[in-house]
């Protein structure tokens, strides 16, 4: 099982972006899927969750400004991310809880991290 994501890239303050994190290989089902960034000199945070049945969650510094979704059919995650401030600045990682084949164990997957940074 592999997460891979997308999206990063050099953006102005108050710009867009959008993220996308699409799991590939052996997959029976996934649970939640979420989104963490860390940022330079930083703990990984947790920056929104969505989990199976489309109900999510969110940091308080980025509420009403990202938006996650997933797409089930494509084993896909989104994060749109709007009105980015210099504070988003920040590796983004895609994780989900995967279930690799039927009756197997709820497994924790990482991607490979983009990077976000957002200049004034």
């Known amino acids: 099982v592999q997460l891979v994501e997308s999206g990063g890239g050099l953006v102005q303050t108050g710009g867009s972006l959008r993220l996308s994190c699409a799991a590939s290989?052996?997959?029976?089902?996934?649970?939640?899927m979420r989104w963490y960034r860390q940022a330079p000199a930083k703990r990984r945070e947790l920056v929104a969750a969505?989990?199976?049945?489309?109900?999510?969650n969110y940091a308080d510094s980025v509420k009403g400004r990202f938006t996650i979704s997933r797409d089930n059919a494509k084993n896909t995650v989104y994060l749109r991310m709007n009105r980015l401030k210099l504070e988003d600045t920040a590796v983004y990682y895609c994780n989900a809880d995967i279930r690799p084949s039927p009756g197997w164990s709820l497994t924790e997957y990482w991607g490979q991290g983009t990077t976000v940074t957002v200049s004034s």
């Open positions: 290989g052996s997959i029976s089902s996934i649970n939640g």
């Open positions: 969505v989990t199976s049945a489309g109900s999510t």
